[in-house]
């Protein structure tokens, strides 16, 4: 059992947009700004997409984006494209006592 | 450019160890942490610890500790992570990867291409 929770699957059709989330507790993601996100391809490492809740990477379009209420993240998608089909994962700094850092179980993103 | 390239698969016994490297060019080595992540198959990213490459420093996901070791070369700006007292719950892919900043707990935005462990007797 993951130490975030995502859904396992969201979906979309292009042009569309779907927001993932990321539920964690006052210990990690409620805790700390410092909230990343990921996508993974099959077969491929993980591409870092946002970072420290909001921000960017260079070269990440601007269709994504991060926020956070209390103790849920969450990724944006905007206008759907199909090559964002992929999976997504959340991970969380959860502090030096605790676990560190933990990640979800990840998001399955389909573009129908 | 900055990348981390790993060590090749591995295929190990149970109850034997596995040491995997992770050698860093383009930056300075001794500047950023690095994290080692797994993935079985299928399944999803999972975090064991981090290295300080500069003091040697570590800290282990709760998991992991009693079992994983990881220590860093600075001459060869390379980390190793290794598992001992494999079983075959530890076949996956583990990656290193180098966080945005130089703390562990930033966004990691360097990865490496992954190395497959396989766990068999």
């Known amino acids: 059992q993951s130490a975030l929770t995502q859904p396992p699957s969201a979906s979309g059709s292009p042009g569309q947009s779907v927001t993932i989330s990321c539920t964690g507790t006052?210990?990690?993601?409620?805790?700390?700004?410092?909230v990343s996100w990921y996508q993974q391809h099959p077969g491929k490492a993980p591409k870092l997409m946002i970072y420290e809740v909001s921000k960017r990477p260079s070269g990440v379009p601007d269709r994504f984006s991060g926020s956070k209420s209390g103790n849920t993240a969450s990724l944006t998608v905007s206008g759907l494209q199909a090559e964002d089909e992929a999976d997504y994962y959340c991970s969380s700094y959860a502090g030096s006592n605790n676990s560190g850092r933990v990640f979800g179980g990840g998001t399955k993103l389909t573009v129908l | 450019q900055v990348q981390l390239v790993q060590s090749g698969a591995e295929v190990k016994k149970p109850g034997a160890s596995v040491k995997v490297s992770c050698k860093a060019s383009?930056?300075?080595?001794?500047?950023?942490?690095i994290n080692w992540v797994r993935q079985a198959t299928g399944q999803g990213l999972e975090w064991m610890g981090w290295?300080?490459?500069?003091?040697?420093?570590?800290g282990y996901a709760q998991k992991f500790q009693g079992r994983v070791t990881m220590t860093r070369n600075t001459s060869i700006s390379t980390a190793y992570m290794e598992l001992s007292s494999l079983r075959s719950e530890d076949t996956a892919v583990y990656y290193c990867a180098r966080p945005t900043k130089y703390y562990y707990y930033y966004g990691m935005d360097v990865w490496g291409q992954g190395t497959t462990v396989t766990v068999s007797s």
């Open positions: 006052s210990s990690d993601v409620g805790g700390y700004n410092y």
């Open positions: 383009g930056y300075t080595f001794t500047s950023y942490d």
């Open positions: 290295m300080n490459p500069n003091s040697g420093n570590t």
